[in-house]
Antibody, heavy 121, light 107 residues
Framework: VQLLESGGGLVEPGGSLRLSCAASGFTFKMEAISWVRQAPGKGPEWVSLVSGSGATTYYADSVKGRFTVSRDNSRNTAYLQVDSLRVDDTAIYYC???????????????WGQGTLVTVSS | DIVMTQFPATLSVSPGERATLSCRASQSVGSSLAWYQRKPGQAPRLLIYAASTRATGIPDRFSGSGSGTEFTLTISSLQSEDFALYFCQQYGDWPPYTFGPGTKLEI
């Protein structure tokens, strides 16, 4: 299993980015994907989940209305569109998958190495 | 939302000794608790799920216990590669999944 995030960078407050999570080593369309972020000096924060089909999504209250999760199963890639960025969105953003057996009512079995988003003027 | 706390924030232990890390949930999560390890520049690694089940490939020096609101991760006979950040996560009542702030295990 491999998950590889990309798309992070330095952006001004109010700006946007699209983060990507390229997956391999498993049947991508069958697995939900979550995005989790970790700001400097803080614990991880779950951000969003997209089901295997893409039909079901969930968001943390802190990003609802600003972030949009999606996926392209033909490309084995999940996306997190991050808009209206704020300074406190600065974090490493990880994508992660669940156990095939347990699914989204279980732990995050595999994670990528993350992509850094820095929001600053 | 369920709030997760961890203590201590930093734990200093010598190689070969035992480390005990604690995690507390603000309300019961049953056994729906996972522990992860994170090293700088690396992907987080699932260690324990269902409070006490080791994930695939995790050495048996790692063990988890607890249920409800109180959980413990024990690492017996610490190896040099075990010095890292550890955090717990509840998945019993979501969304949102919530994580603890982490315990830094240092030499």
């Amino acid at each position: 299993v491999q998950l590889l995030e990309s798309g992070g960078g330095l952006v001004e407050p109010g700006g946007s980015l699209r983060l990507s999570c390229a997956a391999s080593g498993f049947t991508f369309k069958m697995e939900a994907i979550s995005w989790v972020r970790q700001a400097p000096g803080k614990g991880p924060e779950w951000v969003s989940l997209v089901s295997g089909s893409g039909a079901t999504t969930y968001y943390a209250d802190s990003v609802k209305g600003r972030f949009t999760v999606s996926r392209d199963n033909s490309r084995n890639t999940a996306y997190l569109q991050v808009d209206s960025l704020r300074v406190d969105d600065t974090a490493i953003y990880y994508c992660a998958k669940y156990s095939t057996i347990i699914g989204w009512n279980g732990p995050l079995e595999s994670w990528g190495q993350g992509t850094l988003v820095t929001v600053s003027s | 939302d369920i709030v997760m706390t961890q203590f201590p924030a930093t734990l200093s232990v010598s190689p070969g000794e035992r480390a005990t890390l604690s995690c507390r949930a603000s309300q019961s999560v049953g056994s729906s608790l996972a522990w992860y390890q994170r090293k700088p520049g690396q992907a987080p690694r699932l260690l324990i799920y269902a409070a006490s089940t080791r994930a695939t490939g995790i050495p048996d020096r790692f063990s988890g216990s607890g249920s409800g609101t109180e959980f413990t991760l024990t690492i017996s006979s610490l190896q040099s590669e075990d010095f890292a950040l550890y955090f717990c996560q509840q998945y019993g009542d979501w969304p949102p999944y919530t994580f603890g702030p982490g315990t830094k295990l240092e030499i």
